[in-house]
């Protein structure tokens, strides 16, 4: 099974609108991270924002905040207000317990219409 | 600045030449990666190591070779290279162990084998 799931390889948003990214994650280890990375056209890959498995609040970071429900195994990243540069290549992201492997989604490409 | 650079940022090559990627994160972290990242944007993990341990040796041609001489710096080096290697190759790092540490990436090196 994959263990980080994102079923849409495309999205499109009005600016100044709310836009919401899916992403569900198969673990049995209680203990996880789960992490979102905007990749816009340049390239570069900028961690946006972290959830913990044991946080009991959702992610926030600015304009970002993550949609966490632990029963579903579902983090979907919530971007407020979309902008021009909003415009890029999401990935999702999970880490488990004590290991190094971080298990990354296919990533969504999000456009920002204005 | 802090940070994970990684040089060159781009590199066009003929097959067959033989061509290294240095990388080099100044964060203090102990855990460090080569991804690879395809035309689809899909990220594979290549390597990793932890303090100059290799901990990670994903199914990748012996073509590749990666060194790290210490814990901040890891490079990769690629024989007789061929058309298929051409890709986004992402340097990253991050602290060992612990769920809660994100990967933070190098702005990558845009490989073209021609």
């Keep these: 099974a994959q263990k980080i799931t994102q079923t849409q390889p495309g999205m499109f948003v009005q600016e100044k609108e709310a836009v919401t990214l899916d992403c569900t994650y198969d673990t049995s280890d209680p203990s996880y991270g789960l992490f979102w990375y905007k990749q816009p056209s340049s390239g570069e890959m900028i961690f946006l924002i ?5 946080d009991q609040q959702n992610a926030t970071e600015g304009r970002y ?24 290549m999401y ?21 920002v219409i204005p | 600045d802090t940070a994970v650079s990684q040089t060159p940022k781009y590199l066009v090559t ?4 033989d061509k290294s990627i240095k990388c080099e994160q100044n964060l203090g972290h102990d855990t460090m990666y080569w991804y690879k990242q395809d035309s689809k944007k899909f990220l594979k993990i290549m390597f990793s190591y932890n303090n100059k341990e290799l901990i990670i040796n994903e199914t990748v041609p012996n073509r590749f070779s990666p060194k790290s001489p210490d814990k901040a710096h890891l ?7 061929e058309l298929g290697d ?4 992402f340097c990253a ?13 190098g702005n990558g090196t845009r490989l073209t084998v021609t």
């Excluded at chain 2, 490079?75 to 290279?81: C, E, F, K, M, V």
């Excluded at chain 2, 051409?86 to 190759?89: E, I, L, M, Q």
């Design chain 1, 50 to 54: 972290y959830q913990g498995s044991y």
């Design chain 1, 65 to 88: 905040s993550l949609n966490f429900q632990k029963a579903r195994k579902s983090a979907n990243l919530v971007i407020s207000a979309s902008q021009l540069g909003d415009s890029a």
């Design chain 1, 91 to 111: 990935f999702c992201a999970m880490r488990e317990g004590a290991g190094n492997q971080f298990y990354f989604g296919t990533g969504t490409s999000l456009t």
């Design chain 2, 14 to 17: 003929q097959m067959g030449n």
């Design chain 2, 75 to 81: 490079n990769l080096h690629i024989n007789s290279l």
């Design chain 2, 86 to 89: 051409s890709a986004v190759y």
């Design chain 2, 93 to 105: 790092s991050t602290r060992r162990g612990s769920y809660n540490s994100p990967l933070h990436f």
